[in-house]
Every structure is written in structure tokens, then in C-alpha cells.
């Protein structure tokens, strides 16, 4: 993934200006975090790398391909297929049982049939330990299990790239180790690519790359 | 096609005189087309073939204080001649005036008591396999035959004038039941859109395009007007078998017995609540659509144009 060059404004009330000539290059299996205080931009900078903002200047890559300009119905499909999202509150769909909330990206995308769909989040639920309450309503869970459903639910179409807004935001030490402990899994055994936006310092120290903001500028990486 | 006599008599009953007219009238061709047979309530129209018999109104037969078998003497007005014709039946038609103003009897009876030959005749009345027909069909007749020739719909333009008033009431109040609910079901799908803002933004931050979105929310609706068409037709149905039983007799109608039901209208009712529940759920799918994801998950709704048009508490209401 790379970004070039990206500017961004808010008009709302008066013209602001986030981010500045942000540049920077991820390598494929690369755990990155991103830091800097409250304010500086950083997750402003990760909607607009997630494709879900595009009101921006400059220009994003992903997986060697031009992403800026693209139609919103394509940024959809790609968001499906290659970006996996975990938010700092889990937006599980309290309507549907765990296994539901984990296949509905999967039944978007059809790559696989429904049979195949739910082996494989049972796969997935085995990973963080979930397995027996694969039948539970998504509201039923606690909140260290919502989080963990919630990464299950990001790992389901085997992404190339995912994006925490600080996932361990509202976590404890336990629940937030172990979260960090998958991600750095992910990112040695099956090279996808992790950036997370977080304030925690521990969780930073972790990590193969820290990118450091200030003021909408990329500081340190 | 069915031949007929009007003759102008008068019914002698002791010193007093009724100006009534016979229809002089084929009674087995008259039955074929126009079902005579419900209209005669007492009697039979076949009788009429005996010479010298009538159907009496019921009216008529009420007011002379006759019955069955009973032979009444009649006046023609133009010749004067008197004949007496026995009481065969009764008839009743609907119209009190009509009524009260008409008899039948055979076509022979009418000749030969107006000392007619067997070839005069004064009406010829044509049924059509289609009467929306008649008025051309008249007006040919009238310039071929160069004869007085009325089609049904002229005949009958009061009665005709009524039904369509009727309809236009009824259907009326039908579209605006359909468009409050219409409204109602409008409201609930925008506060469900407020309430699933958060489903929404997820199901598109993974990869739900807003088409996608857009159908749900319609498919919800269009649930909705499924579900509660079928209910409600269900409930219509109920009630409908229950008015249907309900005796429905007037004189005005005598051969409907029960309140008349029509199932035709469940296929209409059925269609239309589709199509409100569909317009009703494609605005607010729309906006539900529209919804810009990052703004609802960095919490900042403030900022998203559709929540900005939503009615808000103003100073000049708080007491």
C-alpha cells in the first residue's frame, strides 16, 4: 500500500486543513501502527487509506493499483474482498446470531458456498476461542468477546489488509494482549498487512513500524 | 330479439278505473333474454300462453284486492273494447312506478282484445351480445329502418349516472386509506433508518454498495405491504363472508337476497398495497443509502446534510 501526497480539508465551519502532504509506503505482512496525539489527523488518514472517504487531494494505492477516482461501487467490492475493519466499538448486528455476523461479508462476496462459508468461520472462531458460542446473539457476548467477534468477522474473506481504529480502545489488559497477539500473527504467518490507529504505548511497542503524526504531518516512520 | 305490444287499458275494478298498460309480450322469448322467470314471483311466465291470462304487478294486484285465478275486467282505451283476463301471476320489477303502471300479458291476449291483426306490433326489443354496443346499433336501426330506436345506456342514464358517482366515492376513499398508511409506513421505515444508522455504516464499511443498502430497506417495506396486505385482505375476507350472508332484500332488487360481494377487488386491493408500501420505502431507502459511513463511525452526525433537514426542539416550544 502506498499513499502519496495526501491532503485533506475540513470546510465545516472553517476550512481546516487535517492532513498534509502525508507519503508513506506498507510492505505486504508489515504490522504498522499509527500514533500522535488526539487531533492529529490519524484517523482522518485511515478512512481515507479504508477507501471509505475519498473526498481527498493526492493519490492511494493498493495492492499496485490506483484506488483515487475510482466509482464507489467498485471501493465497495474492493473493501469486501481485500480490507478487513476493526472499529474501537465492535458494530456487531445485534439482529444476528455470532456465525451470522462473521459469514455476512463472506455471503456478500459468493466466493464460497454457505456450507463452505460457515466451516470456515467456525475456523475462524476456533482461532479466538469462540467456538461455543458460534449460536449466541451477537449481543449475548461480553465485551472482550464482542472485539474478538469482531476481528473474526474482519478475517472472514481472508483480506490483504486490515485497518483497527484503536480496536483495544475499550478493552482490558487480558482482552487487549490477546487481540494484539492475533494481529501479530496474522501479520508473520499469513503476511497480511496490519495498520492500526491506537494511543496505547504498550501496544505500539509491539509492532514491526511505528508511523508517528503531528499536526497532519508524518513525523517519524 | 323479442316482439312486444304496448297497449294503453284500463283495469275496471266496481265503479273506479286504473289506467294501467299491458305489455303484450312472447312470454318464452322474454324469458330467454331477459330472465322474466326472477322477476314473476308468483306464477309462471309460461302460463301466459293460455289466451286471456296476466301477470299482474304486485302492486296492481295488491291495490284490486285480487288473487290467483281471480279474472279481472279490463277497458281498452282506444277502442273500448272490455275483455276479461284471468289472474295467472304476479311480478315485481324493482321500479314501484313501473310496476304500478304495467302488466303482461301474451301478445295474442293484446291483438286480439285491442282487435288487432295477428301482424301489429308496437316495440321490438334486440339484446346485444354486447351492450356496450347499443347506441351504435341504435342509431343504424334508426336511419335504416327510419324507425325510433333507444339503446340501454340512453334508457337508462339515471341509474347510470348513480353507479359511476358511486364508484368515484368509493374509490376516493380507498386511495386516501392508501395514502395515510402509505405515510404511516414512511414514518416507521425513517426511524428505523435512525435507529439502524450503525448497521448501515458497518454493513458498508464491508462492502455493502449503497444499491445493496437500498434494497434491504425496500424489501423491508415491500415485507411490510405483503404481510399486512395479506392480513388485512385475510380480514376483508372475513368480513365480506359475514356481509355476504347478511339478508340484503329490497324491493328495488328482488332477485339479490344477500349483500352483493365482488372477490375481483381482493386482486386490486392486493396490487395497491404493494405499490403504496413500495413508493412509501423507496424514499427512505434512498436516504438510507446515502448514509456516509465515516461520518457515522467517527460519530459525527451532526455533520451528515440528511440529519440536518430532521425537525428539531426550538426555543419557542419548551413552556
Not at chain 2, 349516472?161 to 398508511?181: D, E, K, Q
Not at chain 2, 355476504?244 to 381482493?266: Q, W
Request: glycine residues 8%.
Amino acid at each position: 500500500m502506498e499513499a502519496k501526497n495526501i491532503d485533506k480539508s475540513f470546510y465545516n465551519p472553517i476550512e481546516t486543513q487535517v492532513l498534509k502532504q502525508v507519503s508513506f509506503t506498507i510492505n505486504r505482512g508489515e504490522f504498522v501502527s499509527v500514533v500522535g496525539r488526539s487531533g492529529c489527523g490519524k484517523s482522518t488518514l485511515l478512512y481515507i487509506l479504508s477507501t471509505m472517504d475519498t473526498d481527498y487531494k493526492g493519490e492511494l494505492l493498493i495492492d499496485e493499483e490506483v484506488i483515487t477516482g475510482k466509482s464507489l461501487n467498485y471501493l465497495s467490492k474492493l473493501r469486501n474482498e481485500k480490507i478487513g475493519f476493526v472499529f474501537q466499538f465492535h458494530y456487531l448486528l445485534k439482529e444476528f446470531s455470532v456465525l451470522e455476523n462473521i459469514l455476512i461479508p463472506g455471503l456478500k462476496l459468493g466466493r464460497f458456498s454457505r456450507e463452505e462459508l460457515e466451516y470456515r468461520a467456525m475456523e475462524k472462531l476456533k482461532i479466538f476461542d469462540m467456538q461455543e458460542h458460534a449460536l449466541k446473539k451477537a449481543n449475548q457476548l461480553s465485551g472482550g468477546q464482542k472485539q474478538r467477534l469482531a476481528i473474526a468477522r474482519a478475517l472472514i474473506n481472508d483480506p490483504i489488509l486490515i485497518m483497527g481504529d484503536e480496536p483495544t480502545g475499550n478493552l482490558d489488559k487480558k482482552n487487549a494482549d490477546f487481540v494484539f497477539n492475533i494481529f501479530k500473527e496474522l501479520a508473520a504467518e499469513f503476511h497480511q498487512t496490519i495498520l492500526i490507529v491506537t494511543h496505547d504505548p504498550e501496544f505500539t511497542e509491539g509492532t514491526d513500524r511505528i508511523i508517528e503524526m503531528e499536526d497532519g504531518k508524518v513525523i517519524r516512520q | 330479439m323479442s316482439s312486444k305490444i304496448a297497449s294503453q287499458v284500463f283495469y275496471n275494478v266496481g265503479s273506479i278505473d286504473l289506467s294501467v298498460v299491458i305489455d303484450g309480450i312472447d312470454p318464452k322469448r322474454h324469458t330467454e333474454l331477459f330472465t322474466f322467470q326472477d322477476y314473476v314471483i308468483v306464477g309462471n311466465p309460461a302460463d301466459l300462453l293460455q289466451t286471456n291470462s296476466i301477470i299482474l304487478s304486485k302492486g296492481d294486484a295488491d291495490r284490486m284486492l285480487t288473487a290467483i285465478g281471480d279474472v279481472i275486467q279490463v277497458t281498452t282505451a282506444q277502442q273500448g273494447n272490455k275483455a276479461q283476463l284471468k289472474v295467472v301471476g304476479y311480478y315485481q320489477s324493482g321500479l314501484a312506478d313501473f310496476d304500478n303502471t304495467n302488466s303482461f300479458a301474451s301478445i295474442n291476449t293484446v291483438q286480439k282484445m285491442m282487435g288487432e291483426p295477428s301482424s301489429y306490433l308496437t316495440d321490438i326489443q334486440v339484446k346485444l351480445y354486447d351492450f356496450n354496443e347499443a347506441p351504435a346499433f341504435a342509431s343504424e336501426y334508426r336511419d335504416i329502418f327510419e324507425i325510433e330506436a333507444d339503446d340501454i345506456q340512453t334508457v337508462n342514464a339515471q341509474f347510470e349516472t348513480g353507479s359511476s358517482i358511486r364508484a368515484l366515492i368509493s374509490r376516493a376513499v380507498g386511495i386516501t386509506l392508501l395514502v395515510v398508511s402509505g405515510f404511516g409506513i414512511y414514518n416507521i421505515l425513517n426511524m428505523m433508518i435512525y435507529e439502524k444508522l450503525d448497521t448501515i455504516a458497518i454493513l458498508k464499511a464491508i462492502g455493502f454498495n449503497s444499491s445493496d443498502v437500498k434494497r434491504i430497506f425496500i424489501t423491508i417495506a415491500l415485507s411490510i405491504g405483503l404481510i399486512g396486505g395479506a392480513v388485512g385482505l385475510f380480514m376483508g375476507y372475513l368480513a365480506c363472508l359475514g356481509i355476504e350472508r347478511m339478508p340484503f332484500e329490497t324491493e328495488a332488487l328482488p332477485t339479490v337476497k344477500t349483500h352483493p360481494v365482488d372477490f375481483k377487488y381482493y386482486l386490486i386491493g392486493g396490487i395497491f398495497s404493494l405499490v403504496t408500501t413500495y413508493l412509501a420505502g423507496f424514499f427512505p431507502a434512498r436516504k438510507a443509502s446515502s448514509v456516509d459511513p465515516v461520518d457515522i463511525i467517527r460519530g459525527k452526525r451532526q455533520s451528515n446534510p440528511y440529519w440536518k433537514q430532521k425537525t428539531s426542539i426550538s426555543l419557542s416550544t419548551i413552556p
